[in-house]
C-alpha cells in the first residue's frame, strides 16, 4: 500500500503466498490478489462472513533472470536456503509458537523452498523438544527396557547402551511432537508441484494439473508412496497459477477454516 500500512500489534498471518519463477514483482503481486479475490469468493460460496476471509501475506520470491532462477530451482533442490526459504521457514516457526493455524501456499519454485522451509522448521521444532525427551519418564523406561534386551556381541552393558537408546527415543519423541505441532498449526499446499518426493513429515495438499509440464517433469509424485502424509487434489489446465490453481488453493483454505470453527 501507499502510505504503508501498518498491521496491528501481533498480527499474524492466516493465508501467505510464495511465487515461482520468472515472475516479476507486479505479477507475483497479482497472483497474490488473485488468490484474495478466489478466497472471497469461495468465502462467499461457503457462507462465511467478511470478516471471517482471511487476508493474504505475499512473499515475494525474486525474478533475477531465466538462467538465475533456474540456478536457484537446482540450488534449492539440492537442499540450499535462501531469504525466501528462511521467510518460510520463520512463518510456519512463528505459527506453532503463537498456535495461529496458517495455510502456506506455494507455486511452482516456491514450492521448492517452502519444502525446504518445512525440513528447517520441523529441525528446530524438535530441537526445543529434545531435552524434555531425555528426562521423559516413558523415554527413559523404554531405553533402559531396551538396554537389557540387547546382545551386541561387542561387550556393551545394559547400562551402556541406556545413554545411547535414550538420545534415540528422545529424538523420535522430540520429532513426534514437533510433526504434530505442524500439523495442527501449518497447513501445506504446493500448486504447480515441482518438488518430485516433498517431506513425508506433515500432511500436505498437492494440487497438481495433468497438463502441467512442471509437474510433469520435475514435481512428479507417486500418490501411493509409502507413509506420505500427502494429498492430492487433480485440476485441470497448465502451470499458470492465476488461471488454474487460484480457486482451488483457496476452496482448500476456505474448507480448512470452516473444519477449524467446526465445535
Given at each position: 500500500?501507499?502510505?504503508?500500512?501498518?498491521?496491528?500489534?501481533?498480527?499474524?498471518?492466516?493465508?501467505?503466498?510464495?511465487?515461482?519463477?520468472?515472475?516479476?514483482?507486479?505479477?507475483?503481486?497479482?497472483?497474490?490478489?488473485?488468490?484474495?479475490?478466489?478466497?472471497?469468493?469461495?468465502?462467499?460460496?461457503?457462507?462465511?462472513?467478511?470478516?471471517?476471509?482471511?487476508?493474504?501475506?505475499?512473499t515475494y520470491s525474486?525474478?533475477?533472470?531465466?538462467?538465475?532462477?533456474?540456478?536457484?530451482?537446482?540450488?534449492?533442490?539440492?537442499?540450499?536456503?535462501?531469504?525466501?526459504?528462511?521467510?518460510?521457514?520463520?512463518?510456519?516457526?512463528?505459527?506453532?509458537?503463537?498456535?495461529?493455524?496458517?495455510?502456506?501456499?506455494?507455486?511452482?519454485?516456491?514450492?521448492?523452498?517452502t519444502d525446504n522451509?518445512?525440513?528447517?522448521?520441523?529441525?528446530?521444532?524438535?530441537?526445543?523438544?529434545?531435552?524434555?525427551?531425555?528426562?521423559?519418564?516413558?523415554?527413559?523406561?523404554?531405553?533402559?527396557?531396551?538396554?537389557?534386551?540387547?546382545?551386541?556381541?561387542?561387550?556393551?552393558?545394559?547400562?551402556?547402551?541406556?545413554?545411547?537408546?535414550?538420545?534415540?527415543?528422545?529424538?523420535?519423541?522430540?520429532?513426534?511432537?514437533?510433526?504434530?505441532?505442524?500439523?495442527?498449526?501449518?497447513?501445506?499446499?504446493?500448486?504447480?508441484?515441482?518438488?518430485?518426493?516433498?517431506?513425508?513429515?506433515?500432511?500436505?495438499?498437492?494440487?497438481?494439473?495433468?497438463?502441467?509440464?512442471?509437474?510433469?517433469?520435475?514435481?512428479?509424485?507417486?500418490?501411493?508412496?509409502?507413509?506420505?502424509?500427502?494429498?492430492?487434489?487433480?485440476?485441470?489446465?497448465?502451470?499458470?497459477?492465476?488461471?488454474?490453481?487460484?480457486?482451488?488453493?483457496?476452496?482448500?483454505?476456505?474448507?480448512?477454516?470452516?473444519?477449524?470453527?467446526?465445535?
Open positions: 500500500y501507499d502510505p504503508v500500512r501498518p498491521m496491528p500489534p501481533g498480527w499474524l498471518p492466516t493465508v501467505t503466498h510464495i511465487n515461482g519463477m520468472m515472475v516479476k514483482p507486479n505479477s507475483g503481486l497479482g497472483s497474490a490478489i488473485r488468490l484474495q479475490q478466489e478466497l472471497e469468493r469461495a468465502g462467499a460460496d461457503g457462507a462465511l462472513l467478511a470478516a471471517d476471509v482471511p487476508q493474504v501475506l505475499y525474486a525474478h533475477r533472470g531465466f538462467v538465475t532462477d533456474l540456478a536457484e530451482c537446482i540450488w534449492g533442490k539440492l537442499y540450499q536456503d535462501d531469504d525466501a526459504t528462511d521467510r518460510q521457514t520463520q512463518i510456519m516457526l512463528d505459527a506453532v509458537a503463537n498456535q495461529h493455524r496458517t495455510t502456506v501456499s506455494a507455486h511452482s519454485r516456491g514450492t521448492i523452498k522451509a518445512v525440513r528447517n522448521a520441523h529441525a528446530e521444532i524438535s530441537k526445543g523438544h529434545l531435552d524434555a525427551g531425555l528426562t521423559d519418564p516413558t523415554v527413559v523406561a523404554n531405553a533402559r527396557d531396551a538396554a537389557r534386551a540387547a546382545d551386541t556381541g561387542l561387550g556393551l552393558s545394559p547400562a551402556m547402551l541406556e545413554h545411547v537408546y535414550v538420545r534415540l527415543f528422545a529424538q523420535e519423541r522430540a520429532d513426534r511432537v514437533a510433526t504434530e505441532e505442524m500439523d495442527r498449526y501449518v497447513q501445506l499446499i504446493y500448486a504447480g508441484n515441482a518438488v518430485q518426493f516433498p517431506s513425508a513429515a506433515v500432511n500436505l495438499n498437492l494440487v497438481v494439473a495433468g497438463s502441467d509440464p512442471v509437474t510433469i517433469s520435475v514435481g512428479k509424485y507417486f500418490r501411493r508412496a509409502t507413509g506420505s502424509k500427502t494429498k492430492m487434489t487433480d485440476v485441470d489446465g497448465g502451470h499458470g497459477f492465476n488461471s488454474n490453481y487460484a480457486g482451488t488453493v483457496a476452496d482448500l483454505i476456505i474448507a480448512d477454516l470452516k473444519a477449524q470453527k467446526a465445535p
